[in-house]
């Protein structure tokens, strides 16, 4: 018996010695499905069977790919050569460079990144002179994403499911994007599936040569796939049918981008006679990690049903743990805490991670981090502040706060677009060389000279008189509304508005998260210099960090300890799936807790805050309902000292100055010009607490700003919304 072998339990030797057949493993979270596929990998190879070569593995992720590169080698004893092992999309893309002129490119073809991808639909789109404003490029675009995820190439999308785009047909102007692909030597992500998929059904004679290639196919995180993915399997697997994927409709998350769970069901008719395989056994956590997950998910209803059992021998282990917290910010400070506590013990900080729902919430936490020197690293994304749209609103700023800032006037001079192009901007800084003037002064005097003409003049006369109006806004009203105002009126949140792309509701949220942090500092300068010294922090050398990502992001990874923060109703469930009602999206939503939960060997830690800032304004926040879901004995709960605090207050004055914001323009919550003056004013001599700086005496108020003298933290100038009665 091989050594290999013996690190499996009878169902999982089972499925890898299944070698030959259509095998598919259907099991819960952390019962080792990728350990069986891995270790299929090698038993392939072990026994002979095939070749490195000769096995084509899809994994999903480029994280996943190489750590199973990693443990094939070390089952193996040597890196394996040649492998197709890689995402869906990498595996499509070394096929078709292959057989480029098959499907009429070069080997050496561009793949376009979404951004090129909306640049090149949108010039389809005003050749034929439509009106791009009405009838975006973005709405298109998912449109053609959605077709191209179910295999259909533009003759074959059935004429029932064409819609009118404008004065065209979403067909027609599908069609001419793949002309213009096609004569640009280009294709989209999309593409790769899609025209992989195409070669295979039409070129019997590529399709026998990967027939003969292909001995054995390996699929991991089976539940995620779409359509033509699983076509693009099917055809390859036809001939000898030795296919193997293993998944978890528990863990299907990403129905959103075309995923189709369905795809399970299909496997068991395309493939008569598989052999499915069920694993109950986890590995991977204690047991009350995986009560409180297994009672969680319990709460869906569409699901296949399996059960799930300890198979640690030391199962026993802590409880999940639900926190409440004031606000984020003490949220952030906890898990810190907690983290440098678990360093202090000799765990490893790379054991630790912190999964948030939506990308915006990662600032909280990475702010923390920097300010103690706490490594740490974002997997799929970007750290908050190098987000593009998070850079742009704080050129934006920057110009506000500093207008010889040529650099940020660059940046945001035509974005949005407002006509000022190369030509303009070339205008601009021939001005500005020539009078020795910085470029916004070079603008200014370009404007009074009436040099540019019609959009471009209008633009820059726009831009200018924006930025005198939001200084007034900024003198008067504070950085906070200045953000806000400006980000409204410069017509940059709307540009992100029109956008029907899948991040923008994304790019949306961090722009709110940014106006929300603005809100911790008393001055503009001292947030941009805050944003300078953040931006200026990243220590590489050092490999030892927290992990921060979103839960997508963290499918079939583990870790030892997992923090779970931001469970409250409209952050997680987030607020798409309760506005649309159904349950379909809240069932996916409850996954994606069950992901979550599932990640931890050793401890998970679930909080949620009992208030959130929307601008300068605090809305109290409700649990979310997956909290009430974990079964009580799973878990154990606990929360702050402020917020045992706050439950005592009856209405703490804080919630007074949450009211509606006023709806204007369809951006009614960009406007902050509503924030109401508190109601009861607050007298020198009052002894109150503020949320930052714990408890003082007010000496001195000034409209809405207050001048305390606090025990620890000395005399402070602070906005009046933060303090309370003590
Ligand atoms: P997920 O659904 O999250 O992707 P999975 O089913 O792919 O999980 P694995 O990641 O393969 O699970 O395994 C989970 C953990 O359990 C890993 O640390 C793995 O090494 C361990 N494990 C798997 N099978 C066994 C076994 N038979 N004995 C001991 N440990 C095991
Ligand atoms: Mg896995």
């Known amino acids: 018996m091989s050594a290999y072998l013996d690190r499996l339990n009878a169902a999982q030797r ?35 069977r095939a070749f490195p070569s000769q096995i084509l593995a899809v994994t999903f ?242 699901r296949l049903g399996k059960t799930l059992h300890p198979g640690r021998n030391d199962a026993e282990g802590e409880r999940v743990e639900v926190l409440g917290f004031w606000d984020s910010d003490e949220e952030s400070r906890f898990v810190a805490g907690r983290i440098e506590a678990l360093r202090r013990d000799a765990h490893k900080l790379a054991e630790c991670a912190v999964l948030v729902r939506a990308g915006f919430q990662t600032r909280a936490f990475e702010e923390r981090f920097i300010a103690i020197g706490m490594p740490y690293r974002i997997v799929g994304g970007l750290r908050f502040y190098e987000r593009a749209e998070i850079r742009d609103a704080i050129a934006y700023l920057r110009v506000l706060a500093q207008p ?67 200084r007034e806004t900024l003198r008067r009203d504070g950085h906070v509304t200045a953000l806000a105002t400006l980000l409204d009126e410069s017509g940059y949140v709307a540009m992100w508005q029109d956008q029907k792309s899948p991040d923008a509701a994304g790019r949306l949220e961090n722009l709110k998260e940014l106006v929300r942090a603005l809100a911790d500092f008393e001055t503009l300068e001292g947030f941009l210099d805050h944003v300078a010294l953040v931006m200026d922090n990243d220590n590489e050398a050092d490999d030892d960090k927290v992990f921060l990502m979103t839960l997508h992001a963290a499918k079939g990874l583990e870790f030892d300890t997992v923090f779970l923060p931001g469970w409250e109703e409209g952050v997680f469930p987030n607020q798409r799936s309760l506005d649309e009602g159904g349950a379909k999206s809240l069932e996916e939503e409850r996954r994606l807790a069950y992901v979550g939960i599932t990640r931890a060997r050793q401890r998970a830690i679930i909080s949620h805050c009992a208030n959130r800032r929307i601008y300068a304004n605090w809305q109290s926040s409700v649990p979310s309902r997956f909290i009430e879901e974990l079964p009580e004995d799973s878990i154990s709960v606990g929360g702050s000292a402020a917020l045992a605090r706050e439950q005592r207050l009856a209405a703490p004055p804080v919630f007074a100055a949450a009211t509606p914001l006023l709806a204007r323009r369809g951006a009614d919550e960009w406007n902050t010009q509503a924030r109401p003056p508190r109601a009861d004013k607050i007298a020198p001599g009052t002894r109150v607490f503020h949320q930052k700086f714990g408890y003082g005496i007010v000496l001195d108020t000034d409209d809405d700003r207050l001048d305390i003298e606090f025990d620890s933290a000395g005399e402070k100038r602070v906005l009046d919304r933060f303090v309370e009665r003590a």
């Open 14 to 48: 089972e499925a890898v010695e299944a070698t030959d057949g259509p095998v598919l493993v259907l099991a819960g979270a952390g019962t080792g499905k990728t350990r069986v596929l891995t270790t299929r990998f090698a038993h392939i190879l072990l026994t002979r």
């Open 61 to 302: 992720t480029n994280k996943a790919a190489r750590e199973m590169r990693e443990r094939v080698a070390s089952l193996l004893g040597q890196p394996a050569e040649g492998l197709w092992l890689g995402t869906f999309h990498a595996l499509a893309a070394r096929m078709l460079r292959r057989h480029a002129e098959r499907v009429d490119r070069t080997s050496n073809f561009s793949i376009l990144d979404p951004d090129d991808q909306l640049r090149l639909l949108k010039q389809v789109m005003e050749a034929r002179r439509m009106d791009t404003r009405r009838f975006t490029p973005q709405g298109l675009m998912s449109t053609i994403q959605r077709w191209k995820d179910r295999a259909l190439l533009p003759d074959s999308v059935p004429g029932d499911q064409d819609i009118d785009w404008g004065a065209e047909s979403a067909r027609d102007l599908y069609a001419a994007y793949q002309d213009r692909l096609r004569a640009l030597n280009a294709m989209d992500f999309g593409d790769l599936l899609l025209l992989a998929t195409d070669l295979l059904k039409r070129d019997p004679e590529v399709l026998a040569d990967y027939h003969r290639r292909f001995r054995y196919i390996l699929v991991d995180e089976y539940q995620d796939t779409n359509l033509v993915q699983y076509y693009w399997l099917r055809l390859l697997a036809q001939a000898h049918k030795n296919i193997c994927c293993v998944g978890d409709d528990d863990q299907s998350i990403y129905s959103w981008r075309g995923a189709e769970i369905e795809n399970i069901l299909r496997f068991e008719t395309d493939f008569p006679g598989a052999k499915i395989v069920r694993l109950e056994a986890n590995y991977r956590s204690t047991a009350p990690i995986l009560a409180a997950a297994s009672g969680l998910i319990a709460h869906n209803e569409g």
């Open 404 to 470: 010889a800032d040529d650099l940020a006037f660059e940046r945001i001079v035509n974005v949005p677009k407002r006509g000022l192009g190369d030509t303009a901007l070339r205008t601009i800084h021939e001005r500005s060389r020539a009078d020795g003037v910085p470029l916004a002064e070079a603008a200014a005097r370009i404007a009074a000279a009436g040099t540019l003409r019609g959009r471009a003049r209008d633009g820059l006369r726009d831009l200018l008189a924006g930025f005198a109006a939001w």
